[in-house]
Nanobody, 122 residues
Framework: QVQLVESGGGLVQAGGSLRLSCAAS????????MGWYRQAPGKQRELVAT???????NYADSVKGRFTISRDNAKNTVYLRLNSLKPEDTAVYYC????????????????WGQGTQVTVSS
C-alpha cells in the first residue's frame, strides 16, 4: 500500500505564496504521473497541475503562470509552488499519484492524499 501525505497548506494574504509538498511512502512501488487537484466548497474537484515521470508538466488555465509543479524522484515527493495567490485559489488541495505500479503484484492503482487546506484572504 502506498501512502501520500500533503503538507504546507495554510492561511495567506492575496498576493502571497505557499509551497505544498506531497511525499509518497511504502514499499515496492513505482510512481507514474503525479498531480495536484483542488476542491472548493460547493465545487467539483478540479485538476490544478500534473507532472509526468519524465518531468513534463501541465497546468489548469486558472493557475498557469502562477503555480509551478515539480518533483524529486529520489524522495518520491512532488511539490506545488503557489505564487500570486488569489482568494479564488482557496480550496483543499489534494495530491494524486496516477497509475502507481505495485512491483510485486504488478497491480496498477491510483492514490490520493488526505488534502491540505489553502485559504487566501482578500
Amino acid at each position: 500500500q502506498v501512502q501520500l501525505v500533503e503538507s504546507g497548506g495554510g492561511l495567506v494574504q492575496a498576493g502571497g505564496s505557499l509551497r505544498l509538498s506531497c511525499a509518497a511512502s511504502g514499499r515496492n512501488f513505482r510512481l507514474n504521473t503525479m498531480g495536484w487537484y483542488r476542491q472548493a466548497p460547493g465545487k467539483q474537484r478540479e485538476l490544478v497541475a500534473t507532472s509526468s515521470s519524465g518531468g513534463s508538466t501541465n497546468y489548469a488555465d486558472s493557475v498557469k503562470g502562477r503555480f509551478t509543479i515539480s518533483r524529486d524522484n529520489a524522495k518520491n515527493t512532488v511539490y506545488l509552488r503557489l505564487n500570486s495567490l488569489k482568494p479564488e485559489d482557496t480550496a483543499v488541495y489534494y495530491c494524486n499519484a496516477d497509475r502507481v505500479l505495485l512491483t510485486t503484484s504488478l497491480a496498477v492503482r491510483d492514490y490520493w492524499g488526505q488534502g491540505t487546506q489553502v485559504t487566501v484572504s482578500s
